[in-house]
């Protein structure tokens, strides 16, 4: 029996968002082969209804179950509220909720911790109740910060429209004396310079992406999931989207190029 499996882990999100987690992952485990699905057609799940989202999800786990993949990697925080299983037809389910409520609850302080998310996120709760879980005593203040995904669709990351409405919505968290900020949506992550201006530079802010490579390593280590031979190289990066576009392609490729060696390709598909 092979101790090695070249398949590839398959990462899904409604857009450019879930490009941060696959770079967290492209950086920690540069042998493995990565496929990506942006479901670009039908973003953003935020706004979406519970059910809606569930069924968006199923499909884009679909999909990717037949691309042959080992492991599913739902890089969405609003998709990962509906997506409580760790086992998907038989593949390995791993959200970004449960990683980040647990690297948040080890490495909070003052036990004070913020959550910037969609309204959907917000409105599930996931973080509180699994923060809580870990650690009753610590205190968390949800935030929704809806417009956040379109400024990091837009490549708005370091501008001051971006700087002002961080500061709307952050403001009030200015006094809770937070020491843990969770960016409970895979987009946030493009926005760290000016969410961190709002907060005081000793603020440790949680990415999605290097929570989820944690466990990854510890399941990978633990054999639970198979890695790919060390001196395995991936040729080809491919990234499916549900609608095409020339912004998302330059974007995608502006924050991968540095983080694989491999050819980055773009296909058009359906999930449907």
């Given at each position: 029996?092979?101790?090695?499996?070249?398949?590839?882990?398959?990462?899904?999100?409604?857009?450019?968002?879930?490009?941060?987690?696959?770079?967290?992952?492209?950086?920690?485990?540069?042998?493995?082969?990565?496929?990506?699905?942006?479901?670009?057609?039908?973003?953003?799940?935020?706004?979406?209804?519970?059910?809606?989202?569930?069924?968006?999800?199923?499909?884009?786990?679909?999909?990717?179950?037949?691309?042959?993949?080992?492991?599913?990697?739902?890089?969405?925080?609003?998709?990962?509220?509906?997506?409580?299983?760790?086992?998907?037809?038989?593949?390995?389910?791993?959200?970004?909720?449960?990683?980040?409520?647990?690297?948040?609850?080890?490495?909070?302080?003052?036990?004070?911790?913020?959550?910037?998310?969609?309204?959907?996120?917000?409105?599930?709760?996931?973080?509180?109740?699994?923060?809580?879980?870990?650690?009753?005593?610590?205190?968390?203040?949800?935030?929704?910060?809806?417009?956040?995904?379109?400024?990091?669709?837009?490549?708005?990351?370091?501008?001051?429209?971006?700087?002002?409405?961080?500061?709307?919505?952050?403001?009030?968290?200015?006094?809770?004396n937070i020491d843990t900020v969770v960016l409970a949506c895979t987009h946030y992550p493009l926005l760290k310079k000016p969410i961190s201006k709002v907060f005081h530079s000793a603020v440790k802010l949680i990415d999605s992406g290097h929570a989820?490579?944690?466990?990854?390593?510890?399941?990978?280590?633990?054999?639970?999931?198979?890695?790919?031979?060390?001196?395995?190289?991936?040729?080809?990066?491919?990234?499916?989207?549900?609608?095409?576009?020339?912004?998302?392609?330059?974007?995608?490729?502006?924050?991968?190029?540095?983080?694989?060696?491999?050819?980055?390709?773009?296909?058009?598909?359906?999930?449907?």
């Amino acid at each position: 029996m092979s101790t090695f499996d070249a398949r590839p882990i398959g990462v899904f999100d409604s857009g450019i968002g879930g490009l941060t987690v696959l770079r967290e992952l492209l950086k920690a485990f540069p042998h493995e082969n990565f496929i990506y699905l942006g479901d670009t057609a039908r973003l953003p799940y935020g706004s979406k209804s519970a059910p809606t989202v569930r069924k968006y999800s199923e499909q884009n786990m679909n999909f990717l179950l037949s691309k042959n993949v080992k492991a599913i990697v739902v890089a969405c925080n609003t998709a990962s509220t509906q997506i409580s299983e760790s086992v998907f037809e038989g593949i390995p389910v791993y959200n970004v909720i449960d990683p980040g409520a647990q690297l948040a609850a080890e490495t909070t302080q003052n036990k004070n911790v913020a959550v910037l998310a969609t309204r959907a996120t917000v409105k599930a709760n996931n973080y509180e109740v699994k923060i809580k879980k870990l650690n009753p005593s610590i205190n968390v203040f949800s935030v929704a910060c809806p417009l956040f995904v379109p400024l990091a669709e837009e490549g708005w990351h370091d501008d001051a429209i971006t700087d002002q409405v961080a500061e709307k919505y952050l403001s009030e968290l200015k006094n809770k004396n937070i020491d843990t900020v969770v960016l409970a949506c895979t987009h946030y992550p493009l926005l760290k310079k000016p969410i961190s201006k709002v907060f005081h530079s000793a603020v440790k802010l949680i990415d999605s992406g290097h929570a989820i490579s944690l466990i990854l390593e510890k399941d990978f280590k633990q054999g639970s999931i198979l890695a790919a031979e060390k001196n395995n190289q991936q040729k080809q990066l491919t990234v499916y989207l549900t609608d095409s576009g020339a912004h998302f392609e330059n974007l995608s490729t502006q924050l991968l190029t540095n983080y694989t060696q491999s050819k980055i390709v773009f296909e058009t598909v359906s999930v449907i």
